[in-house]
Nanobody, 119 residues
Framework: VQLVEPGGGWVQPGGSLRLSCAAS????????MGWFRQAPGNGREWIAR???????SYLDSVKGRFTASRDNAKNTLYLQMNSLKVEDTAMYYC??????????????WGQGTQVTVSS
């Protein structure tokens, strides 16, 4: 399993950024996929899930600002981030998801990409 995430960077508050995650080594189209982030001093938190049929769910604090999507033909997961806030600054990770007792957890992880929001 390999998950590669280019696309991070620096953006001013209110700006936008699009992350991508290129997947290989497993049947991407059949897998639940997720985005997580980890800010300095904090634990890793789940922010979005995309089902194989592109049903999505989001952490409340990003709902309406972030859009997760996937292109199964390209084996790629995306995270469009709009109206970015300073508090969105974090390392962002894509992951395959697995359900334990109805709770989704990350199983295989990308290397992460840094997103910095500041003026």
């Amino acid at each position: 399993v390999q998950l590669v995430e280019p696309g991070g960077g620096w953006v001013q508050p209110g700006g936008s950024l699009r992350l991508s995650c290129a997947a290989s080594g497993f049947p991407f189209r059949d897998k639940e996929m997720g985005w997580f982030r980890q800010a300095p001093g904090n634990g890793r938190e789940w922010i979005a899930r995309v089902s194989p049929l592109s049903t999505t769910s989001y952490l409340d604090s990003v709902k309406g600002r972030f859009t997760a999507s996937r292109d199964n033909a390209k084996n790629t997961l995306y995270l469009q981030m709009n109206s970015l806030k300073v508090e969105d600054t974090a390392m962002y990770y894509c992951a395959t998801l697995v359900s334990y007792g109805g709770v989704w957890s990350g199983l295989n992880w990308g290397q992460g990409t840094q997103v910095t929001v500041s003026s």
